[in-house]
């Protein structure tokens, strides 16, 4: 390392990484989620406190919006729990909501919006570049969106 560099500007040069513990981490917690708000606890603060993450988002479609579940690291109630993103703003997040595709963006800092199908998505906000592999990501991703979708019909049985 060069004199004067501390290892958080080395991380900011290599893609932000997510590992499979963290991943199996994240399913375990998803596993007992009762709520939205349990699903979006269960993944945002672990996924926040990755190497070069900045902040995590969890956004489930709403007609023409993007509704945020649940976020961590954001400092600004326009990424806070319940705002509503129009599906059609070009954010990476809605994008990945609206096309159902995977969105990367940036070389540092970059964004990642991994998304479950049209019905929403995980945004990873990123100091460096984002993610090159998305499968851990991906997986987790349909996770979410199962245990949202199961969360949503136990509460329609409540």
Do not use: I
């Not at 893609?15 to 513990?21: E, G, N, Q, R």
Request: proline letters at 8%; glycine letters at 14%; charged letters at 20%.
């Amino acid at each position: 390392m060069a004199a004067g560099a501390d290892a958080r500007d080395v991380a900011l040069l290599r893609p932000v990484a997510v590992p499979d513990a963290a991943v199996l981490d994240a399913l375990v917690a998803l596993a007992g989620a009762a709520g939205p708000l349990d699903v979006a606890d269960a993944v945002c603060p672990l996924l926040a406190e990755l190497p070069g993450v900045r902040a995590v988002g969890l956004l489930q479609r709403d007609r023409r919006d993007a509704v945020l579940v649940g976020s961590s690291g954001y400092g600004c109630d326009t990424m806070g729990p319940g705002a509503r993103l129009p599906l059609d703003s070009g954010l990476p997040a809605t994008e990945a909501v609206r096309t159902g595709r995977a969105v990367v963006q940036g070389s540092g800092p970059g964004w990642c919006a991994v998304p479950w199908g049209r019905a929403g998505a995980l945004l990873l906000s990123c100091d460096g570049p984002p993610p090159q592999d998305l499968r851990g990501l991906e997986r987790l991703a349909r996770a979410v969106g199962l245990a949202l979708a199961r969360v949503a019909g136990a509460e329609q049985f409540a």
